[in-house]
C-alpha cells in the first residue's frame, strides 16, 4: 500500500505500488494491486488497470488505456493510439508503432493509427505490431515476429512478415495437430478458418 500526503497533509491511500525511481504524471488513473517498477513512466491521461504489472523502463503514452490483469515485461514503450484490453501479456523489449510514415521534419498532429491489442492476447519478446491491426482475443505473437496484417483469435504466429503457422490454447499452449491441449485437455475445433472450443463453441 502506498500513501501520499498532498499539500494540505492529508494522507490519501492507494492500493497500487509505484517504485520510487517511476515517475507518473498527472490526471493518470491506476487500478488496485497493480504495480509499476523501476524508471518507467506513466504519461498524463493514462488509464492502467487493476492488478497490472509494469517492469523496468516501462513508458506508457498520453492517453493510452490499458485493461485489467495486463503484464508488460521491461523496456516496452505503449504508444498512444494503442489500445490493451484484460490479461495480455506484453514479452520484453515488444514494439508498438503508431505512425506507418514517420518523418523527423513533417509532424502528424497526433494524427495516430490505432491498434487494439484483445483480451488474453500474448506478444512474444521483441516482436514488433506495425500500426493499424487488431491482435485477436488469445491469440500468440512469436518472439522477434513483425505483424503487419489483423491477427485472428487463437492464432499463432511467427516470422517476418508474421504468418499464421499454428493454433494456441487459451491457456496459451500451442495445440496439437488434432486441435487438441497437450497441457490442459481443451480441445478445439475449426470452422471458417475460425477456432471454437468445442465445450462452449466460444
Ligand atoms: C512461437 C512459439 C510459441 C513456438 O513454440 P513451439 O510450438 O514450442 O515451437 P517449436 O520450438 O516446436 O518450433 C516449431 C517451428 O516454429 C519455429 N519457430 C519457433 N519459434 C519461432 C519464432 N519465434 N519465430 C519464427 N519461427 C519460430 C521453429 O523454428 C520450428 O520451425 P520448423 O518446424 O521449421 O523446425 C515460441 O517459439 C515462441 O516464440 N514463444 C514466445 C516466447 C516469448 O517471447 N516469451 C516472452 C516472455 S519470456
Ligand atoms: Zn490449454
Redesign the pocket.
Known sequence: MLKISNKKGIYQIMDYFVHKTAIVDESVVIGDNTKIWHFSHIQSGATIGASCTLGQNVNISNNVKIGNGVKI?NNVSVYEGVTIEDFVFC??SCVFTNDLTPRARYSKNHKYIPTVIRHDATL??NCTIVCGHEIGHHA?I????VVTSNVKPHS?M??VPAKQ??WVCECGQ?LDANKKCPDCGREYEEEDNELRDKRNGN
Open positions: 515485461q514479452g520484453p512474444g519478446a500468440t512469436a518472439a522477434g515476429a499463432l511467427a516470422g503457422i499454428g500451442v
